[in-house]
């Protein structure tokens, strides 16, 4: 981990509020493990203080070059989306623990399931997966057509399906919808998005094997205060794991959502 | 001579800096971001009797120069503590300021008894914000009879020297400070949190689960500041100040006050290196100011 | 229907935005800025039996979101007020909310039954911070017998509503609020500003010549958020919300916390064209939420 | 007075920490009095809170321009020096008072005295007065000759003495010495500058006729807050002016200094 002011390289509006962030900075190179997040820095002064958590959604190690995707949302990434080529951004990272990309052998089928936000760090995933040989399928659900990102960039290395809650694109209702109406075959679940999805996975889905990838609001993102834990299951009730620092990526089943 | 040398009851500090309780955690984390032993001490995160889970989440908000935290007392209880938090610590060689908390005068006197000796604990710092459930729930930190009579008990068992950290949520604040002071405190802490809330738009809702929090941040510290400055001329015991300390200006203002030394909290979740920033910092600030040692300024402002 | 439109007694608003006392003078100075008839209604300078000059210069300093004053009740005196300062606003027909001071409980009485026969003023605003030279020096409004014994004796003599402004400088807001519920207030006005201080790093000395001042703007909002939430659900008569408030998202969220209409105070400063331009976006926020009537909103946090 | 976004058209450094900005506005045309200000916010947040009141230094009414001239001070002036051509400042103004012009008649001579950041509104006042006809002289005093500015912009209507207290350029010494030493034959004296200053040309040079400009903390800039009192002369304990809307420019003997 490491805090650098990294440069902007280019922004980009790629859906309704989505937006596609590219910095440049040493300490990209660290960043090796899909899943894990960094923590920015979007204001000079002390509005809003505290920094926004945004999950890695891309790197290119030769270039030095982090892509982030994100959706404004509040006065952060409202801040966020202002900047422009050449100015910096106070980022520190890369934090938490990201997804396991060695579990699977060479052959073995993933099922990627994105939901809305939560699709960026399954970008990076997918891509070092594919690497690995791994076979992927992809599932992103969205609210609309208008919503929808990425999707011919997961067609990259994946079988994509979507679903959007107004069926104005792919599949009319939830990603766990698509995954029930074609039985997928696979080895392995990597979930990132809204807990209700990934409750809803969990409780019907019933994966056997696979992470999903926990939001929470924030203080020092690197497990000093105590903001962001969750309770773990068939733990004491005193248990916990904290989100940044033990997460964001958990085995399914491991905590409460 | 290091002229950033502080010396209060128990602690003697190479530095007037450390990170106050509940923001730094046990310090490992931050250990993996810088060498600790540079800090002039550490306080660690509120311990009670038994483990804590806290509050539901989410356990923090902002707002404009601040943030609200609700974290419930979250620690692994004083055997946890004991057995694995202490231990890292020992490698910095920096005093220890050991935060303790309770929902009885009892829970405080165990913990404080047990803490105090551990030879790593320099001293102890009683967080007099929670509230006491035998008494109905008022808090230890707004009455002066009630704080007074926990200050006495834990001064009985401890081994340390024992600072008391004051509520800001109080009428008048010097006279909780002289209550403990009486009671037989080594030295305060001030200030802990203001109690705020913010409400979100969209849900209609506190943001917090526990609706109401602690506010912390730049946007306290003139409350901390006219509190350090009223307490200090009325007490002969030293302060540790604290409340929106976010660089070494911050540092002088508040020793100017009249604190003896400050805790950092907030500032590290904006940013994890602003201790060492700030010891770096400061001694280029006292010679802008024409100062030798930083002690010289100690209540400079009503001295 | 006026979906803006909120009444409280004695107050019939047009929309719930007041400037603060204190923070607008007598209205003639932004009259020459905008048409003070799009306001709610205005609340006036604290009044007192004499004129005073107030206390010594500089009377204002910065803080992170936030600024600290020590104006210290400068004002003509009830007799220059009623005379100079009341008729101008006899055109522009809204409710005059009219802020009363003093040290002895007799000052506010006598200014109380004075102002209160005013055909001009609508409700009586009770500053209950100021210090009771009488009783040695403590404020009125820190005690809760004591404020509920002058909300009483101001009572008695007052023709129109009173308003009780309560500070926030206290351990237990709701005791204060409920002893004036008790003693007749028909309202209540929160919070005041929170007691603070700056220190100047070149002079070593505080900003302000009188040393201590009350901290106001969006550093505080959370502190007037949560106390409002709580005092709301502990009393039957309506609250003025006032803290930190600069656009019409922070009025939603104090309506929300219970408020029933707002003060707008440290904002003017910031931009004297604040108040007609919450106003203005209020009724497009309401449509946003889904909102018919913003008296809907009023208490929604906690209803 | 009025509100208005205005643009700066030019920020150039003149002197050790002193700037000089140059901003256009329909604003402008409401700014024919020498003497008034305009209160500036410099930022976008609340940090600085309060706008800054800076005194009106030279007005292009064809052009709608206005141009201060400002020392970097503090937070608030460090911000304004930031700003670069194209950015907009947030003026509120012209308030106050300003001098007044009109007091002398053609032929008649105005002794000019400004201290440090207190020149600038002399500047557009000698201006104004020249164009009157009136004999100007100016006597500008500074730390040293690092912090001398708009000497030779004063030369252009005025004779011009310079004093530094290092007298590391013109009369060693202060403006009062000056004008001690030469004597000068005025009807009028015009002043700005410290407070100290004001004070030291009330005792030791006793104009009989004149103003002095006051400067104050101020909160709201416009008479409601009260921030800005000064005690008048011969007044009652309670009686006042304000800085910002009775002044900042007082005929000399009316307000306590
Ligand atoms: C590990 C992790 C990775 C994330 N990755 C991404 C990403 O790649 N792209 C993206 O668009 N968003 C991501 N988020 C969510 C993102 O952090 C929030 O949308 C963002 O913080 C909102 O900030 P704001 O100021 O715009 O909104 P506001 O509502 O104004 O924020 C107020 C506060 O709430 C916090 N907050 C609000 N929403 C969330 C949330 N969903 N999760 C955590 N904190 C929140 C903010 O950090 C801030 O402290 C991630 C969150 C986490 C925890
Ligand atoms: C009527 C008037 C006209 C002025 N004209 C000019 C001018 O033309 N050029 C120029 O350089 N300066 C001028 N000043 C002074 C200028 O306003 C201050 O230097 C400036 O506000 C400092 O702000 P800061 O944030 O840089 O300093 P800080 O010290 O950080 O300011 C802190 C606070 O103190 C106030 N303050 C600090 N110094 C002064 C001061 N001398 N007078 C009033 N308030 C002060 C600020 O406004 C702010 O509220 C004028 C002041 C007044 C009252
Ligand atoms: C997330 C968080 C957790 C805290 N936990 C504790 C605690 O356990 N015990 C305690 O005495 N104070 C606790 N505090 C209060 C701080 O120690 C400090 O008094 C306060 O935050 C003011 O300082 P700051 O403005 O620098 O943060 C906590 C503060 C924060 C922000
Ligand atoms: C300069 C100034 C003067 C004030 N004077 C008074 C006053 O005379 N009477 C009073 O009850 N409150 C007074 N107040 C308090 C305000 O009315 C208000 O309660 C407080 O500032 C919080 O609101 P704000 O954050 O919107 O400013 C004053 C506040 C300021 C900033
Ligand atoms: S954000 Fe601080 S512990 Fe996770
Ligand atoms: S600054 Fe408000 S009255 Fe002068």
Request: proline share 6%; net charge neutral; hydrophobic share 40%.
């Amino acid at each position: 981990m490491k805090k650098e002011l990294v440069k902007v390289v280019s922004q980009k509006k790629i859906a309704r509020d989505i937006f596609q962030l590219v910095v440049k900075g040493d300490v990209v190179q660290m960043m090796t493990s899909p899943g894990q997040f960094v923590h920015l820095k979007v204001s000079d002064g002390y509005h809003p203080i505290l920094r926004r958590p945004i999950s890695i959604g891309d790197v290119d190690l030769e270039k030095n070059e982090l892509t982030m995707l994100y959706r404004k949302e509040g006065i952060g990434t409202a801040l966020l989306s202002e900047k422009k080529p050449g100015d910096v951004v106070d980022l520190l990272g890369p934090l938490g623990n990201g997804f396991g990309v060695n579990d699977l052998k060479k052959g073995q089928t993933a099922l990627l399931v994105g939901g809305g936000i939560g699709v960026p760090p399954l970008y990076y995933l997918g891509k070092e997966l594919k690497k690995r040989g791994i076979r992927i399928i992809s599932v992103l659900g969205f609210q609309s057509a208008a919503d929808c990102f990425y999707e011919e960039k997961f067609a990259e290395f994946s079988e994509v399906y979507v679903s959007t809650v107004d069926g104005s694109k792919g599949t009319k209702g939830f990603v766990t919808d698509v995954i029930l109406q074609n039985s997928f075959d696979y080895d392995m679940l990597y979930s990132c998005g809204p807990t209700p999805m990934l409750k809803a996975i969990e409780t019907n889905i019933q994966p056997e094997k696979g992470y999903f990838s926990l939001e929470e609001r924030m203080g020092c993102g690197v497990g000093a205060c105590f903001a962001c834990v969750c309770h773990v299951k068939n733990g004491e009730p005193f248990d916990y794991v904290k989100i940044c620092s033990n997460g964001p990526v958990f085995p399914i089943g491991e905590v409460e959502l | 001579m290091n002229r950033l040398e502080v010396n209060l009851p128990g602690l003697t500090m190479k530095n007037p800096i450390m990170p106050a309780s509940g923001c730094f955690g046990f310090g490992k984390e931050y250990a993996k971001v810088y060498d600790l032993s540079v800090l002039g001490a550490i306080a660690i995160k509120a311990t009670t009797v038994e483990p804590r889970f806290g509050n539901p989440t989410p356990r923090v908000a902002e707002t404009n120069a601040g943030m609200l935290n609700a974290i419930g007392l979250q620690n692994p209880g004083l055997e946890g503590v004991i057995k694995n938090e202490l231990p890292a610590l020992e490698r910095y060689q920096i005093p220890i300021v050991a935060n303790i908390a309770g929902t009885t005068v009892e829970d405080y006197v165990h913990v404080a008894r047990e803490l105090s000796k551990h030879p790593l604990v320099s001293v102890l710092e009683l967080n007099i914000s929670c509230p006491n459930v035998k008494e109905g729930g008022i808090q230890f930190g707004t009455q002066a009879k009630v704080a007074h009579e926990l200050t006495k008990q834990v001064k009985e068992v401890s081994k340390k020297p024992v600072y008391v950290k004051l509520s800001p949520n109080v009428s008048d604040i010097v006279e909780m400070a002289v209550a403990v002071e009486e009671a037989g405190a080594d030295g305060l802490s001030m200030i802990n949190t203001l109690l705020g809330m913010r409400i979100d738009l969209k849900t209609r809702k506190p943001i917090l689960a526990n609706k109401t929090g602690g506010l912390s941040g730049p946007a306290v510290k003139p409350v901390a500041i006219r509190m350090i400055y009223e307490v200090s001329q009325k007490v002969s015991i030293p302060i540790i100040g604290m409340g929106g300390i976010m660089c070494a200006e911050d540092v002088i203002e508040m020793m100017l006050a009249g604190a003896s030394c400050v805790a950092v909290g907030t500032a590290n979740f904006v940013d994890p290196f602003v201790c060492p920033m700030i010891i770096e910092q400061l001694p280029a600030l006292l010679d802008r100011m024409g100062v030798e040692k930083i002690t010289d300024i100690i209540g400079g402002s009503w001295k």
